[in-house]
Structure formats: structure tokens, C-alpha cells
């Protein structure tokens, strides 16, 4: 009986210990409630998509094309922002420097491939969250329809035997196509004035018209309009085959010329976006690509639609950096 005070105690304290040790838990749960309430629900404001080239544009009509497609089931607008200038670095910079709570994302050609090794920048795609790819071109050189050059041939024999009289547009400095340029007249011992635009091919398309150069190297899809109206006549194509949409269109391979170029597109977010955010983001475009729209759309603009999720994205972008790097030395437009 004595030791009953003793035991009553003990209780006491072990009760009192109990309360105390709930409360922490009960403090914890509401805390993390707190927290929760506050992250909310992705996505609560809207999201910014970075274009890295100017307004008209292949990049541009794909980025406002799964925007306007996007944002019927995302929720909140979806605000697209034109970044030009270092082959697309400006934009990349923008997004990279970004916050990654998945607000901001860029959509990306393989310029992010090359940007680095032409010293445009010092990104590369391991500074992004691969996100999604969504599609696809290759440039092709192209004439006046009143141009002396009926073909890829008579072109670059007049540039051999006339050495930088040939004026010959492109897409930015130090971009894919000016890189596909520099291949061609190595690969077919010319040598061009090449005059890449500051902008994007779609500004390249637009001095054609204008007279201000003899020939551009863009993707069809930048001049699409010109093409169907018989303004601009395809000489070659940088592609391993021909088109389906251009048959009769060879390719600078079948002429004897190792001139392959490709620039993937897909969406990029900042380095240490959240996986389950990139996977909402994912979702949402994946979807968007399957709408009719898209998918007619790019049939009408004879561009080519490719899909990769995130995994397969970045594997394929590790694969392209170190490929279009080596490229990039051999064309001579290497920077350090």
C-alpha cells in the first residue's frame, strides 16, 4: 500500500506525457493541412509559355497552336511570350532562370542542342525538366519561282564557279539551319554569302519575297503559304528521305551529299520542377497533340508529328546534344 503514491504518480506522468505527445501530432496534422491549403491545387494561375523565335514562325504556330488547345481543360490561361535573339538562348534563359513551380515552360527546338558548343549560351538540356516532344522538321533550300535555278545542281554550280555571289537566307546565327547551311557548302565545296535572319526563318521566307536574297534554307513549314502558292519552288531537302508531302523533292543525300539536319520540338521546365507537376504538364499536351485540330493542322502545314514523354525526351536529347556538338565543330562554328 505504500507503493500506491508511487504508482499513481507514474500514471500521472505517463497520461500527462501521452497529452502532451497528441497535441504535437494533432499540431503537425494541421500544420500540414496549413501547408497544403496553401500549395492548393496545380495549376492555380496561369502559365507562361516561352517561344524562343519570332512571331509566324514553325515554333510559333506549334506553341499557339497547343496553347489555345490546352487551356480549354487546363484551367487557366495559358499566356505565350515571344523571346528572340542568340539562336533561341534568350528564351532558354528566361525559362531556366525561372521559378520551378511549373508556371513557366519553353517550347524547345534542338537549338538547345547547340547553342552551348556556338557560344551563344551556356545552357543545355540538362539545365530543363524534358517534359514532352511533340514534333518535328527538317530544312529544305528554296527558289523564287522566277529563279534561274531549276535545280539544287544548277545552284550550287553557279556558287562554284562564283564564289560568295550567291546570297543565301536562313534562320538564326549560329542556329540548326544556319548550321545545315555551312554542311552544304562543305559538303558541295561552295561558298555561299549566307544571311541568317535575326529572328527565325519566317522573317527569312519574307526577304525571299522581297528579293533581298537568291535562296533560303528553311523548313518547309515557314513558308507553306509561299510553296502552295507557287511563289517559292523546293530544290532539296536535308532530310534521310524524301517527304510524303514533297515527292518529287529530293534530298541533298540521293545527290551525293551527306546533308541530314533535324530539329525536334518539345516542352521544357526549369531544372527542379517537381515530377508530379511535370506530369500534369505532360498529361495536358499529350493530350492536346491528340486533338483532330493539332493533328490537321500539322497535316495542312506539312510538318511531321512525333511524340516522346519525358523519359524518352531527355534520353534522345542527351543523344542529340553530343551529335549536333560534333556537328557543330565540323561546320566550323564552334565557340569556346
Not at 506553341?63 to 488547345?69: E, K, N, P, T
Not at 540538362?126 to 535545280?151: C, G, H, R, W
Not at 521544357?268 to 517537381?274: E, N, R, Y
Request: glycine share 8%.
Amino acid at each position: 500500500m505504500k507503493n500506491m503514491p508511487k504508482v499513481k504518480k507514474m500514471w500521472v506522468v505517463l497520461i500527462s506525457a501521452l497529452l502532451m505527445l497528441s497535441l504535437v501530432i494533432v499540431g503537425c496534422n494541421a500544420n500540414n493541412k496549413t501547408e497544403q491549403s496553401k500549395k492548393g491545387k496545380y495549376p492555380e494561375k496561369p502559365l507562361t509559355m516561352v517561344i524562343p523565335f519570332g512571331a509566324g514562325g514553325g515554333t510559333d504556330q506549334v506553341a499557339r497552336m497547343l496553347a489555345g488547345i490546352m487551356e480549354k481543360d487546363f484551367g487557366q490561361p495559358i499566356i505565350c511570350v515571344n523571346k528572340t535573339g542568340g539562336a533561341g538562348a534568350i528564351g532558354y534563359t528566361e525559362t531556366a532562370n525561372a521559378k520551378p513551380d511549373g508556371y513557366n515552360i519553353v517550347l524547345s527546338t534542338s537549338n538547345i542542342s547547340t547553342i552551348k558548343a556556338t557560344g551563344n549560351s551556356q545552357l543545355t538540356y540538362q539545365d530543363f525538366e524534358p517534359i514532352i516532344a511533340v514534333n518535328f522538321d527538317a530544312p529544305a533550300l528554296m527558289v523564287k519561282a522566277d529563279s534561274p535555278y531549276k535545280t539544287a545542281k544548277e545552284l550550287l554550280d553557279y556558287a562554284k564557279k562564283n564564289p560568295k555571289k550567291l546570297n543565301v537566307g536562313t534562320g538564326t546565327p549560329g542556329g540548326l539551319w544556319h548550321v545545315g547551311v555551312i554542311k552544304l557548302e562543305k559538303e558541295a565545296g561552295v561558298l555561299f554569302n549566307i544571311v541568317p535572319s535575326t529572328t527565325g526563318g519566317a522573317s527569312a521566307s519574307v526577304s525571299l519575297l522581297g528579293g533581298h536574297v537568291d535562296a533560303i534554307v528553311i523548313p518547309p513549314n515557314e513558308a507553306i503559304a509561299q510553296i502552295k502558292s507557287g511563289e517559292f519552288r523546293m530544290l532539296g531537302t536535308m532530310t534521310p528521305e524524301r517527304l510524303k508531302d514533297f515527292p518529287d523533292v529530293p534530298t541533298f543525300n540521293e545527290m551525293g551529299y551527306n546533308v541530314v539536319i533535324l530539329s525536334l520540338r518539345g516542352y521544357l521546365a526549369p531544372k527542379g520542377t517537381p515530377a508530379e507537376v511535370v506530369k500534369v504538364l505532360h498529361d495536358h499536351l499529350k493530350k492536346a497533340m491528340e486533338n483532330e485540330k493539332y493533328i490537321n493542322y500539322m497535316k495542312d502545314q506539312v510538318s511531321n508529328i512525333i511524340y516522346m514523354d519525358s523519359a524518352k525526351y531527355k534520353e534522345y536529347l542527351a543523344k542529340e546534344y553530343e551529335s549536333y556538338t560534333k556537328l557543330i565543330e565540323e561546320a566550323g562554328l564552334a565557340k569556346k
